[in-house]
């Protein structure tokens, strides 16, 4: 409980979110959201990736 009193102040400090709004937020999809990553700091397929840097690379199964 004392860790998600901490939660709650860190989110006023950093975010000035209410703790009564957080309340009444669904916990799940709100840790989701605060987690999200840019889509360039997203984890990607190596493969993908080096395909997108233009070296050839044939497709698995070809």
């Known amino acids: 409980m004392e860790d998600f ?3 709650k102040k860190q989110l006023f400090k950093e ?3 209410l703790p009564g709004d ?3 937020q669904e ?6 959201m605060l987690n999200a990553k840019e889509p360039d700091k997203r984890a990607a397929d190596p493969l ?9 690379i044939p497709k ?3």
């Open 5 to 7: 009193r901490y939660f």
């Open 15 to 17: 975010y000035g979110i």
């Open 22 to 24: 957080l309340d009444h």
């Open 27 to 32: 916990y799940f999809s709100f840790m989701e």
């Open 48 to 56: 993908d990736v080096a395909r997108q840097m233009g070296l050839d």
């Open 60 to 62: 698995e199964g070809v």
